[in-house]
């Protein structure tokens, strides 16, 4: 069955975990750079210019460790708000699996499957979707899973 109508899957919600609380503190270092220069700078003769390398490299920091971590919140805050969107308005459907291929990804080449999913259910009309899956030899041709959909935007997440 081939459909029109491309579904997009809901991102991936933050999860706690060694690696996340890993990143989290080198970002927490990054936001901390900047301040801790542009206070550095502040010792410096006035005139010297190892003191104004330390406040450029100060406010560049300053700026960018602001922005990772703001940009980091966004997107969590964004990923939570799609999740709590499709608890809201989503309704239960099935997916069945289409067809699945292996692939690498990463620069360890960490293995992969490459799903294409028809979703249907009801008050849905069917629609295609695409699912990147570390769990490999999961989603096998002709396997059917459940789904949470939105209907009107086709925002979609694996159930189970």
Same mark, same amino acid.
């Given at each position: 069955?081939?459909?029109?109508?491309?579904?997009?899957?809901?991102?991936?919600?933050?999860?706690?975990?060694?690696?996340?609380?890993?990143?989290?503190?080198?970002?927490?270092?990054?936001?901390?750079?900047?301040?801790?220069?542009?206070?550095?700078?502040?010792?410096?003769?006035?005139?010297?210019?190892?003191?104004?390398?330390?406040?450029?490299?100060?406010?560049?920091?300053?700026?960018?460790?602001?922005?990772?971590?703001?940009?980091?919140?966004?997107?969590?805050?964004?990923?939570?708000?799609?999740?709590?969107? %499709?608890?809201? *308005? &989503?309704?239960?459907? #099935?997916?069945?699996?289409?067809?699945?291929?292996?692939?690498? +990804? /990463?620069?360890?080449?960490?293995?992969?499957?490459?799903?294409? %999913?028809?979703? *249907? &259910?009801?008050?849905? #009309?069917?629609?295609?979707?695409?699912?990147?899956?570390?769990? +490999? /030899?999961?989603?096998?041709?002709?396997?059917?899973?459940?789904?949470?959909?939105?209907?009107?935007?086709?925002?979609?997440?694996?159930?189970?």
């Amino acid at each position: 069955m081939t459909t029109d109508r491309e579904g997009k899957e809901a991102p991936e919600l933050p999860v706690f975990t060694g690696f996340g609380c890993l990143m989290g503190f080198f970002m927490t270092v990054l936001a901390l750079i900047g301040p801790a220069l542009l206070w550095i700078s502040t010792h410096f003769a006035p005139g010297d210019d190892d003191g104004l390398v330390v406040l450029a490299m100060g406010i560049v920091f300053t700026i960018g460790g602001l922005a990772t971590v703001g940009s980091q919140l966004w997107q969590n805050a964004k990923a939570r708000e799609a999740h709590r969107a %499709l608890d809201r *308005t &989503g309704v239960r459907a #099935t997916a069945e699996v289409v067809s699945s291929k292996r692939i690498w +990804v /990463g620069e360890v080449s960490t293995p992969a499957d490459d799903v294409d %999913l028809v979703v *249907t &259910g009801p008050g849905v #009309t069917p629609f295609s979707a695409r699912v990147l899956t570390e769990e +490999v /030899g999961r989603y096998e041709t002709g396997t059917v899973v459940p789904v949470d959909v939105d209907p009107r935007t086709l925002l979609f997440r694996l159930a189970d």
